[in-house]
């Protein structure tokens, strides 16, 4: 019979064998000079990328948790991310190609013999494998990076994927939340990483959320609007950022006569209006959300949108349920290189009735990021801890280009407020009247 802690084995094992092959893919994709070539400054290398990957996975596998002998310590210096600026990646001594899948390789055979041979308890970074899947995330976040690089690139499609599967539109545009406490974040979610911790009460007061995310055909209705030229609809700090960075329109748009075309891995086509729009910045979907009337979400409001199910005062795990993420429930994991129409995945609905919370798009909220009350920085400060209180904005929910071992109900992404190359999109929300919460 096999037991609990094989099973676990075999779990992680899979992980790392399904976040490898995607690494593999990514990088296999295009020939070694593209890999060397920053594609944008906002971005590493992609065979950085892939070094990196394998240096945290020394780091924490074979050394911490193996207590093996370094395989490369002359590197750690040339991968710590705190150390050197994206934008000055490409002069580094960086290993070259070969080099980078060598020791990527030489590193995991390691790790598959750490984790044989590894109590997966005793200890808090053991328990439940939690470094592995530290790991395992951790990875998989560079695959989404080196996805967003692939989108930057210039030149020929070098990745393919299906469309994803038709919508079934909601009946409802928007719902309503009830006000009053739930639980947000977790206590029992084995993988979840210091910021998603502890669980605590909080309370919000009744809102309405869009059933959907905002669409392109929305969004062309603000352009056609005139609403990156009317300073209204934007905060001081935004306006004065579109206008320093001349915004028109979502990044990777182009006018076509009276309509638009947008690059997409690529291939140049037309604007698909009923898909969640995708690489705009929190000003622009602010700015949006006041043209529309309406605002974004609090970081709270969308999480209890996400997981709080009326009938019994739970949060959930997921809006569908406690199960795992599955091809019906949501658009993750690059299984299709583009959103999913709004209104698709039913079956990963919320009981509120909310869908595509999860996958297609992150989801900017007017949150800044702050820790939760008793957080506790674990394993390390630099994940969490150090960004705290900065300018950044929170993003919730994951892309088409997430995994589903990276993300969670409780899940916590951060990004600056002028960041357009990641996989953001957003929906609306709006504080509900006395009459309308009875």
Not at 100 to 125: H, I, M, N, Q, W
Not at 189 to 216: G, K
Request: hydrophobic share 35%; proline share 8%; net charge negative.
């Amino acid at each position: 019979m096999t037991s609990t802690e094989d099973r676990l084995r075999d779990r992680v094992a899979e992980q790392l064998r399904r976040s490898r092959q995607r690494s593999i893919d990514l990088t296999e994709a295009v020939d070694d000079d593209e890999l060397v070539r920053q594609h944008s400054r906002l971005m590493s290398p992609l065979v950085w990328d892939l070094a990196h990957i394998g240096n945290q996975e020394e780091l924490w596998l074979v050394r911490d948790v193996g207590g093996r002998e370094p395989v490369r310590s002359d590197i750690d210096e040339l991968y710590d991310a705190f150390q050197h600026p994206r934008a000055d990646r490409p002069a580094l001594p960086l290993l070259a190609p070969t080099e980078a899948r060598t020791y990527v390789r030489e590193v995991r055979d390691k790790v598959f013999d750490v984790l044989e041979r590894t109590p997966l308890e005793g200890r808090r970074l053991l328990d439940q494998g939690f470094a592995f899947g530290m790991i395992v995330q951790h990875e998989q976040q560079h695959d989404e990076t080196m996805l967003a690089t692939h989108q930057l690139r210039v030149g020929a499609p070098v990745l393919h994927a299906p469309d994803p599967p038709p919508a079934i539109p909601p009946a409802r545009r928007e719902v309503l939340v009830p006000g009053g406490e739930f639980s947000m974040g977790t206590l029992t979610e084995p993988w979840a990483l210091d910021n998603e911790r502890p669980a605590f009460r909080t309370r919000v007061d009744p809102f309405f959320i869009d059933t959907v995310p905002v669409s392109n055909g929305d969004y062309q209705a603000f352009i056609a609007a005139d609403g990156y030229h009317d300073s209204r609809w934007w905060s001081e700090e935004g306006w004065a950022h579109r206008q320093r960075a001349v915004l028109e329109a979502p990044r990777f748009w182009q006018r076509d006569g009276d309509g638009w075309l947008r690059a997409c891995f690529g291939v140049v086509e037309p604007v698909r209006a009923d898909e969640p729009v995708v690489h705009v910045c929190f000003h622009e979907a602010a700015a949006y959300a006041r043209w529309a009337g309406r605002r974004l979400p609090t970081e709270p409001e969308w999480e209890k949108a996400a997981r709080f199910d009326p009938a019994t005062g739970r949060s959930r795990r997921f809006p569908w349920g406690d199960d795992d993420p599955g091809p019906e429930h949501a658009n993750l994991g690059q299984r299709h290189l583009r959103p999913a129409p709004v209104g698709s995945y039913p079956a990963g609905e919320s009981p509120l009735g909310v869908r595509q919370l999860m996958g297609d798009v992150w989801e900017w909220v007017d949150s800044g990021f702050q820790p939760y009350p008793g957080f506790a920085a674990f394993p390390y400060r630099e994940y969490s801890e150090v960004f705290f209180g900065g300018d950044y904005k929170m993003l919730r929910g994951g892309s088409f280009g997430t995994d589903a071992s990276a993300v969670r109900g409780t899940f916590r992404n951060w990004d600056h407020p002028v960041r357009r190359q990641i996989f953001a999109g957003f929906r609306c929300a709006r504080d509900a009247t006395p009459d309308e919460a009875t």
